[in-house]
């Protein structure tokens, strides 16, 4: 009989009951194996097996100190930081070696080289001593006895400003205006300017002004009676030695230069109101002056509600060159620049009392509506209230008369399109704001710049345009307008003639300018001295970069003549407006206006809810 079992090592074992095998037998078969087992070496798991848990083999360790690791998970870290450090100098130097293609930023568009050489205009401009990084070669300093030369006037250092145009006379109503439209300009494409790499430049040129205006009258106190309206004279009628008369530098004048003020000038007034609130806009980030130029702005503001005239009806000077029409437009323009520098309230409802619009020409064409000037600062005010129902929309009481302003603001832009015949246009296809006056050109920038602010704004607050009667018109159609009418001036017309100064090869030679007419060659020509210069057919010895000329006339025709100011005389105000539409055209179109910035002070329109009611308690 046969038993059957499983052998331990995996195979059957068969166990014979019937075997003769005796035990001792067995018991030396058992001993025969074991020697033959203990002759061979046994592996590890074979002596764990027949010996038992016995003691396991130390590993290698490594002491760094602040911590024991095991030496080979510490040559394996070791090896893999230095093969990472051989891989990435590897891939280092492949970059280093391998030729690249550098990507340069896209050169500036006509606008901004444009822009860059307009602002050039001031520094050439600059009256009093002047800074060392000036810039511009062949002016100096000039006219440093400008208040003293003149016993008449209580202002005894009115040094600085600007020069207005060819002549060295400084008339504050164009000059005020001329800083006004900087300001806006800066305010709304502040980034557009530091993309330039002009925002310091033209923030340092509207202070050049504003820090003269404060010079022009009690900027401490609160009220005033009187103001400096010019500096300089400019009477041809006689021979007595003046601005006009005299063919000099500014750096060599030697006569006596007259003070003009006013008592009654609320135009004047209003529009250096307009200036310093403006500028307060721009340099808010400098309390101390800021502030400054807000309290010049109320105390001139006030003084030109108090003391009603205009600034030229006393004076044949100011009549002659700067004739003031009206100064129901300074109001509403004074009104609303102060609104926003100041916040307060009285301000806008004075600028949107409706009878004050009808006094301003708001509610009614003729053959200057919708022309932004010097003169008339109507179409400004318009647009920079519609700017108001835009984005902030008040409501009651004002949004009647805002809405009408917005309405108004639409129908003169309407009139600059070539669909409509408001204004005539040359064959090259400049618009005839003036139609067809000298010096066109300073009333087509002005309307270039508030045509694209104003298709700014609609793009800002998402308003795909505007209706001219039964039509719409997209808000690109203003666009092509300015940029139309700005590459006319910067070249594209008839003559191939850009009449900005030292853009494009073919620009004015002959300016009628005394400083760029003169050589700078340590002579000094006296008053009669220097007509040799004037009357001269030879080109300036002087450029005077970033100069825009009067302009052509209406049949496209120009002569580079520089005794024939209405052709080659360049201005102050043109040159302002110049800045803000080619600023406002600049850069791409990703670059939008500032929304902000000019609310500033402005507190929200509605009051706060109150906060709720405590819990209530038994």
């Not at 010019?230 to 006009?244: A, K, L, R």
């Not at 520098?341 to 806008?348: F, I």
């Not at 929309?393 to 603001?409: A, M, S, V």
């Not at 204004?423 to 704001?433: P, S």
Request: charged fraction near 20%.
């Amino acid at each position: 009989m046969s038993m059957y079992g499983r052998d331990p090592w995996g195979g059957p074992l068969e166990i014979n009951a019937a075997d003769s095998a005796t035990d001792d037998d067995r018991s030396r078969n058992l001993q025969d194996y074991d020697r033959a087992a203990l002759s061979r070496p046994l592996d590890e798991t074979q002596q764990s097996w027949l010996l038992g848990p016995g003691e396991q083999k130390k590993k290698k360790y490594v002491d760094l100190g602040c911590i024991i690791v095991s030496r080979k998970i510490f040559v394996w870290t070791v090896g893999t930081i230095l093969a990472a450090g051989l891989l990435a100098g590897f891939i280092t130097l492949i970059v280093k070696t391998v030729p690249r293609h550098h990507h340069h930023p896209p050169p500036p568009d006509n606008y901004t080289v444009a822009l860059h050489k307009a602002l050039m205009f001031f520094n050439a401009q600059r009256s009093g001593k002047l800074p060392k990084h000036n810039n511009v070669s062949w002016r100096g300093n000039s006219c440093l006895n400008d208040g003293k030369s003149d016993s008449g006037t209580i202002f005894k250092d009115l040094v600085g400003g600007y020069y207005d145009a060819g002549d060295a006379i400084k008339f504050n109503f164009p000059q005020s205006f001329a800083m006004t439209m900087l300001s806006w300009s800066v305010i709304e494409y502040s980034a557009k300017y530091e993309a330039a790499g002009e925002l310091n430049h033209i923030k340092e040129i509207i202070k050049w002004g504003t820090d003269y205006f404060l010079k022009t009258f009690n900027s401490t106190a609160d009220s005033i009676d009187r103001l400096v309206m010019q500096v300089g004279s400019g009477d041809t009628s006689g021979q007595t030695p003046n601005d006009h008369y005299c063919w000099m530098r500014p750096e060599d004048i030697d006569y006596k230069r007259t003070v003009a003020e006013c008592h009654s000038c609320s135009d004047l007034a209003s529009e250096m109101a307009a200036a310093l609130a403006s500028a307060s806009i721009v340099f808010k980030d400098n309390k101390a002056y800021s502030q400054k130029l807000v309290h010049g702005a109320k105390t001139l503001f006030k003084f030109s509600r108090d003391q009603r005239g205009r600034y030229s009806a006393g004076s044949s000077e100011a009549a002659t060159f700067y004739n003031s029409t009206s100064y129901w437009d300074e109001f509403v323009w004074g009104a609303s620049w102060l609104y926003y520098a100041t916040g307060n309230s009285s301000y806008l409802q004075l600028a949107t009392t409706p009878g004050l619009a009808k006094h301003a020409g708001a509610f009614w064409g003729g053959p200057y509506y919708g022309v932004l000037s010097w003169d008339n600062k109507l179409a400004g005010s318009q647009v920079l209230l519609s700017r108001l129902r835009l984005f902030l929309n008040p409501g009651y009481p004002y949004e009647e008369i805002l809405r009408t302003f917005h309405n108004q603001t639409g129908i003169f832009m309407c009139s600059f399109l070539p669909d409509f015949t408001t204004f005539n246009r040359t064959k090259g296809g400049l618009i005839q704001l003036n139609h067809g006056a000298p010096q066109p050109l300073q009333y087509v920038v002005n309307a270039a710049f508030l045509a694209t602010v104003f298709s700014d704004y609609l793009d800002a607050a998402d308003t795909p345009g505007w209706y001219c009667g039964p039509h719409f018109y997209q808000t690109s159609v203003l666009r092509k307008f300015a940029e139309t009418q700005i590459n006319y001036i910067l070249g594209k017309n008839p003559r191939k003639m850009s009449y900005v100064v030292g853009v494009g090869n073919h620009y004015p030679k002959h300016v009628h300018h005394r400083g760029a007419s003169i050589p700078k060659n340590k002579v000094k020509y006296n008053c009669k001295g220097g007509w040799k210069w004037r009357d001269s057919k030879k080109p300036d010895p002087n450029t005077i970069v970033g100069a825009m000329v009067a302009g052509p006339d209406r049949h496209d025709g120009f002569h580079d003549v520089r005794t024939n100011y209405n052709y080659t005389e360049p201005t102050l105000a043109g040159n302002a407006g110049l800045v803000a539409a080619l600023v406002a055209l600049s850069g791409d179109r990703t670059t939008k206006i500032d929304k902000n910035t000019i609310f500033s002070a402005v507190p929200p329109m509605f009051p706060t809810p109150p906060p709720p009611p405590a819990p209530w308690k038994p």
